[in-house]
């Protein structure tokens, strides 16, 4: 498991006072409204930001950083991603996983037969979709309980049901 979440990317700046404007990756973007601070695309020192700021705009969030006062100071940052540690994350129900930590979990069939690779995870209106990798093509199975039989964490595995017509 990583340990850092992904819960935005700075897409661009927003007027001359060093504010960003910020795609939210996250199912719940009032949550900019209770963070302190983010990490700046992890690289070697991650720097800390210290949130002074969150408005919201149509689908976007607009951050403003303690010490980055003008445009200048933040444009470097843009397309870069924003990130939290699990400690700072938004604690999950029964049956909510990560995207972060679904990638990569070995997907076996009902019958307990090696199936493939969770590559992606696709957020729909309805459901979200996850793309297996499976024999050199990808699968997409939706994230409904009739398709997902078992997400075990533990032993890094996905139980899933192949519903007619999905490969």
Request: charged letters at 30%; a negative charge; hydrophobic letters at 45%.
């Amino acid at each position: 498991m990583q340990d850092l979440l992904q819960v935005g990317a700075i897409i661009k700046t927003h007027g001359i006072k060093g504010e960003v404007k910020v795609f939210p990756l996250t199912d719940d973007v009032k949550r900019f409204k209770k963070l302190k601070e983010v990490i700046l695309e992890p690289e070697k020192d991650n720097m800390i930001l210290e949130i002074e700021s969150v408005k919201f705009q149509k689908n976007l969030v607009i951050l403003k950083f303690k010490g980055f006062d003008s445009i200048n100071d933040i444009e470097m940052h843009v397309k870069k991603g924003i990130f939290v540690t699990r400690k700072d994350a938004v604690p999950l129900e029964e049956d909510e996983y990560f995207v972060a930590d679904l990638i990569g979990l070995n997907v076996v069939t009902e019958d307990d037969e090696a199936f493939g690779i969770v590559k992606d995870v696709l957020h729909t209106g309805a459901n979200d979709v996850y793309v297996i990798e499976h024999d050199d093509k990808e699968v997409l199975v939706p994230a409904i309980k009739e398709c997902i039989l078992d997400v075990n964490m533990t032993d890094n595995y996905m139980k899933i049901h192949l519903m007619k017509g999905l490969v």
